[in-house]
């Protein structure tokens, strides 16, 4: 006799389909998805499938079920979820740790610190993650000239241009979207050195050892 597997998997839509804090739906609305997540109709053999499980002797395995992070009652749907899978002896799999901050269920927070005296925005980060530290006023270094930054630690060293940025769609992922960054105004040297190249404005990243990032604007003057 054949033993089947079946792959299923729920992504709560009531929940999971809000897309910014503030849009989400209630749990009790997930009563209303393609397959129900209501635990006496799954006892009862009333979700397909748990009939299908029953009629084929068939082990299911639950590829993926999550709720957006935010979502009013996301909490109690994934402990239902859960729940319901381990009473039915299911395997399952959650979607998605530490992936996107919408899925993972570990989001992160910022602690906003005003250092009025040092003109900073330092943001703690509360869950995981690096700290960041934002510099409210820019630098300012005329074309041809040179800058010298230097943090507390070793860092490395990045810059961009502020205003220019291109947006383009990943080829192997719809979801996802690819970021392009442009250095025409100014460049930076490994130690912390840089160089202006034309007027505008820039922005100079310092990814410290331990993870935290540092962000100082620069205006380049002609």
Same mark, same amino acid.
């Given at each position: 006799m054949k033993r089947w597997i079946l792959l299923a998997g729920c992504l709560a839509a009531g929940v999971a389909g809000a897309d910014a804090p503030g849009a989400a739906v209630r749990h009790p609305a997930i009563? %209303?998805?393609s397959w129900s997540f209501d635990r006496?109709?799954?006892? %009862?053999?009333?979700?397909?499938v748990v009939a299908f499980a029953k009629r084929h002797d068939a082990r299911i395995f639950v590829g993926e079920f999550s709720a957006i992070a935010w979502a009013e009652g996301a909490d109690r749907y994934l402990r239902d979820c859960i729940e319901l899978f381990d009473e039915q002896?299911?395997?399952?799999?959650y979607h998605a740790f530490n992936e996107w901050r919408g899925w993972n269920v570990e989001q992160t927070?910022?602690?906003v610190h005003v250092d009025r005296a040092n003109r900073a925005l330092h943001f703690t980060r509360i869950g995981g993650g690096g700290d960041r530290t934002f510099h409210l006023d820019a630098r300012t270094v005329?074309?041809?000239e040179t800058l010298r930054f230097s943090p507390a630690a070793a860092a490395t060293w990045a810059? /961009?241009?502020a205003d220019r940025l291109r947006t383009d769609p990943a080829p192997d992922n719809k979801w996802q979207k690819l970021r392009? /960054?442009?250095d025409d105004v100014a460049l930076i040297s490994p130690d912390g050195v840089l160089t202006a190249k034309k007027p505008g404005e820039s922005v100079v990243?310092?990814?410290?050892?331990?993870?935290?990032? %540092?962000f100082f604007p620069v205006t380049v003057l002609p």
């Open positions: 009563d %209303e998805m006496n109709a799954a006892r %009862e053999g009333d979700v397909a002896g299911w395997d399952w799999c927070f910022d602690c005329c074309v041809g810059c /961009y241009d392009t /960054y442009f990243l310092a990814i410290l050892p331990d993870g935290s990032k %540092e």
